[in-house]
């Protein structure tokens, strides 16, 4: 059976009656449907295989295909990275239905837990299947707490006429986090290292790289909405101990091109991919690449660009450090952290000059594969660049950030980690004394620090919002810190801003500057309405849908709003 071409393509298994469509002569052959059934279908490695397949597309979206990105680029622009001409905005109301509440990915795998559960295997053979199973249901959940908060628990597949466990109320975000973490566990136990196709199936390094990622969040999140800290400190022991296992295997390694991992025509092979999508032309394409060149963007925001360090370590802002202004484009990328130049054009685009402009003038290169970039495949939504789904980069940012918010942080801790990612950078080694942070012997005073994140920690998740840029984490990471007030364009006004410039030099420049005169930064979002204001905390986690509520109560039941949503 061949792997690589379901990784490259559409699903072709699912649910109910069980079918399976016939592909060319080396893949699927459909058996006979009167044969088919419940009974006849699990019976073998190989079949169940094929249905976890399915759930690839949804939990592993890559680029995603055709015109939708998935959370790359402008996916999650709800955040301090984007400076839009219409800032997408928080949800204002209580939808009347959908709005994320649904369990059905929920019941399909609970199927897969216990049809496998049922199966004729051997010990080892079943356990991987059962704890690659309870993995993509940890991953279900995970989505479901951080957009809910409370939901009910479900580790059975339920009959339609079991009101009692249909309809019972929520369960606490505690209580499921804590059924979360038993799944990782087990399936960090029981998933073979390698099977299949390193690279594109899941394996036990996959389920320790997601742990770091998921447990980070929760932990993060449990501790600054102060839900339960000994939880929160329990979650970010789990992701320091998921991260390092990883560090210590010495299965990975950092790619020596840090672009190359997300405009490579294969990535395959490449020593910093844990698990990525494979894309294949004419079979299944995207259109991250063709946005990344021809076409106007969604323009970084002044914010965000800031935020890259010079190359001796220190904030721009910080006296001494060498920054020479924002008024030339020259001037913002020289002497800066080399992921900006390998995340940004080096020039200007700007509406009235460019086909391909940004709202900001800040345009990114991120994404683009410039040996397709004039070819037909470089063009509108037939792209087969591959995409990272998650990768060691981004375990060793977790790990360094798990160990400081555990209180626990060393030098010896950066280097292994961060100081890696920096070394890829051509960046100083950043250092920690006590709570401050130092490079080359010389502490870091950033001007624009939160007064409220310690220096070090300030650092780290600077770090982590620069080599992750547009990965599609800072929404996540802005909710999890309880920061989402950086996102109000009125309180924060840098996220409204690009590029300065002057008219005088780009006098058919179609932009509105931030002053009178013909200098200034451009504000992509200058009227009014075009303002994103923070409503308050309520926004923290989604209302959910009031048909879904008054079902309950149509079933003598109660489901509970999250509070402040009416």
Not at 89 to 98: I, K, L, Q
Not at 360 to 382: H, P, T, V
Not at 530 to 553: A, K, N, T, W
Request: hydrophobic share 35%; glycine share 8%.
């Amino acid at each position: 059976m061949n792997i690589m071409k379901y990784l490259i393509s559409v699903s072709v298994l699912i649910l109910g009656c069980l079918t399976l469509t016939s592909c060319d002569d080396d893949y699927l052959t459909r058996p006979p449907l009167d044969q088919m059934s419940d009974e006849t279908y699990w019976t073998s490695e190989e079949n169940v295989r094929s249905f976890v397949w399915d759930l690839y597309p949804d939990y592993f979206v890559g680029y995603g295909s055709g015109y939708a990105w998935g959370n790359y680029f402008s996916g999650q622009s709800l955040n301090d990275d984007f400076a839009p001409s219409s800032p997408t905005d928080f949800v204002e109301n209580v939808p009347t239905s959908g709005g994320g509440w649904s369990f059905e990915w929920v019941r399909k795998i609970n199927l897969l837990i216990d049809r496998v559960d049922g199966m004729e295997l051997d010990d080892e053979t079943k356990n991987h299947w059962l704890g690659v199973g309870r993995f993509f249901r940890a991953l279900e959940y995970n989505d479901l707490t951080k957009r809910f908060g409370d939901v009910p628990w479900y580790s059975e597949v339920l009959n339609e006429d079991d009101d009692e466990k249909l309809y019972k109320p929520r369960d606490p975000v505690t209580m499921v986090m804590d059924s979360v973490l038993a799944d990782f566990e087990y399936a960090a136990e029981h998933v073979r290292l390698s099977d299949g196709t390193d690279g594109l199936t899941v394996n036990k390094d996959v389920v320790l790289a997601f742990m770091s990622r998921v447990f980070l969040y929760h932990g993060t999140y449990f501790k600054y909405h102060d839900i339960d800290q000994d939880r929160a400190t329990t979650y970010l022991q789990i992701a320091r101990d998921a991260a390092n296992e990883l560090i210590e295997s010495g299965r990975y390694s950092l790619a020596e091109d840090y672009r190359g991992l997300f405009n490579s025509m294969d990535l395959s092979g490449n020593p910093e991919i844990i698990l990525f999508r494979k894309y294949e032309e004419g079979v299944l394409t995207h259109s991250l690449n063709s946005y990344s060149n021809l076409e106007p963007q969604t323009g970084t925001s002044k914010d965000a660009i800031d935020a890259y360090r010079m190359d001796n370590g220190l904030p721009i802002r910080q006296s001494g450090s060498g920054y020479q202004g924002d008024e030339e484009i020259d001037n913002v990328m020289a002497d800066r952290d080399s992921r900006i130049v390998n995340t940004f054009v080096q020039e200007l685009r700007l509406n009235g000059y460019a086909s391909n402009y940004s709202t900001s003038g800040y345009s990114q290169r991120k994404f683009l594969n410039d040996d397709i970039a004039d070819e037909n495949i470089g063009s509108s939504n037939l792209n087969p660049t591959d995409a990272p789904i998650i990768r060691y980069g981004e375990v060793l940012v977790n790990y360094a950030e798990a160990v400081a918010e555990l209180g626990d942080l060393s030098s010896n801790d950066l280097d292994r980690s961060i100081n890696m990612l920096r070394d890829r950078a051509n960046m100083p080694h950043l250092q920690v004394n006590g709570e401050n942070a130092m490079v080359n012997g010389q502490t870091i005073n950033d001007p624009e620090r939160d007064q409220d994140v310690s220096p070090i920690l300030w650092e780290i998740r600077n770090e982590r919002r620069v080599e992750l840029m547009m990965e599609g984490f800072r929404l996540d990471d802005l909710k999890r810190w309880k920061k989402l007030e950086y996102t109000d364009t009125i309180e924060n006004e840098d996220i409204n801003k690009g590029a300065w410039i002057s008219l005088d030099e780009y006098p058919e420049a179609d932009v509105v500057l931030d002053r009178g005169g013909n200098e200034g930064y451009i504000v992509p979002g200058y009227e009014q309405q075009s303002q994103r204001r923070f409503p308050g905390d309520h926004v923290y986690l989604y209302p959910l849908p009031l048909d879904q509520i008054q079902l309950y109560e149509d079933h003598g039941a109660t489901l509970e709003q999250n509070p402040g949503w009416n």
